[in-house]
């Protein structure tokens, strides 16, 4: 199991450094998920913070991790030491079947070969009822996303990276079923990556706040054999997302940019609603031209009627008015 080497732009496990003030850690959530008066084996000793919050709370506790000089901060807080590389196996020669109430994984699964492996194994070290807590930093979290938009990646000290689902499949690839996932919340710019925000457009950063999970910096899960759980479990924020999601510069030249596109849409609707005004009185003219010109059509019909019809009259009158004056030449005659 390879030990984390501190980096500005890696993803900084199980650190409180960029928790919201007063939010629980994944450490905390671990020990909160744990409960009290255990027999725990922790893979992975880190800092040393799982360890005393689960002595504190009268777990014992069995540390297993790949060298001394790596668990040094937590030996003191441990009932036993085991210093074995899981990577290489061995895990059952080192330790006995059935010995422990709780197996913690604490920010360890995503810097190991073979995650799944070593999970299953080590499962099998619990006993009927036992149970798996896990922490894993949130390969989705805002920042990550943020800083490979600027061509880095900032999980540089894992070998897995794991979102909700994927942790919640390789539990289930085990046989294990999660009946518990919890998470903690950082801001994009207040999480496990560093982000140049100077050379992001602030309404890239504003949209990746708003996204799934992309406020969720570690998922801490609890699992038991598959068949004593029941549906996969919702992701239960440690703090609000409201109470993370910064208001800043960024939100606030999101807000104006959102007027400007509100303002552009309404001044749109508006000229759409004035071209379909004049639409329509256009239309309203082109009938009462076609009705005009129809108008004087009929009246040019009915002119032309009357002439002709006057015409015939005429003739009528001029044809009897000659026939007339002959009768009455006859008589003269």
Not at 66 to 72: G, K, L, T
Not at 272 to 295: M, N
Request: charged letters at 25%; one cysteine or more; glycine letters at 8%.
């Amino acid at each position: 199991m390879p030990r984390p080497a501190p980096s500005g732009d890696s993803v900084k496990q199980d650190s409180a450094d960029s928790e919201p003030l007063g939010s629980p850690t994944s450490q905390d959530l671990v020990v909160e998920l744990v409960g009290s008066g255990h027999d725990v084996l922790l893979v992975g000793c880190a800092d040393g913070a799982v360890a005393r919050g689960l002595a504190a709370a009268g777990c014992r506790v069995t540390g297993l991790d790949i060298d001394e000089s790596v668990a040094s901060e937590a030996v003191e807080s441990l009932d036993r030491l085991v210093v074995l590389d899981l990577d290489g196996g061995g895990i059952h020669d080192a330790l006995s079947p059935a010995t422990f109430d709780v197996l913690v994984l604490a920010g360890t699964l995503g810097r190991l070969v073979d995650p799944a492996g070593v999970l299953r194994d080590a499962a099998r070290l619990l006993r009927e009822h036992g149970r798996v807590v896990a922490s894993v930093p949130n390969v989705a979290h805002g920042s990550v996303r943020l800083a490979l938009l600027q061509g880095r990646w900032g999980a540089d000290e894992q070998l897995h990276g794991f979102t909700d689902r994927s942790l919640l499949d390789l539990l289930e690839s085990v046989g294990l079923a999660a009946d518990a996932l919890r998470s903690t919340v950082a801001d994009p710019l207040e999480g496990p990556v560093a982000v140049d925000d100077a050379i992001v457009l602030p309404r890239v950063i504003e949209w990746v706040r708003h996204q799934p999970t992309a406020l969720d910096r570690d998922y801490v899960v609890a699992a038991r054999r598959a068949g004593e759980a029941g549906p996969r479990p919702a992701v239960e924020p440690a703090a609000s997302y409201a109470s993370v999601r910064r208001h800043d510069r960024y939100s606030e030249q999101m807000e104006q940019d959102q007027k400007a596109r509100y303002d552009l849409l309404t001044m749109r609707d508006h000229i759409i609603g004035l071209e379909a005004s004049v639409a329509a009185a256009q239309a309203r003219e082109a009938d009462a031209r076609s009705r005009l010109r129809a108008a004087n059509k009929r009246l040019r019909e009915q002119a032309e009627e009357k002439v002709v019809a006057g015409d015939a009259a005429s003739d009528s009158e001029r044809g009897g008015v000659r026939s007339a004056l002959r009768r009455r030449g006859t008589r003269n005659v």
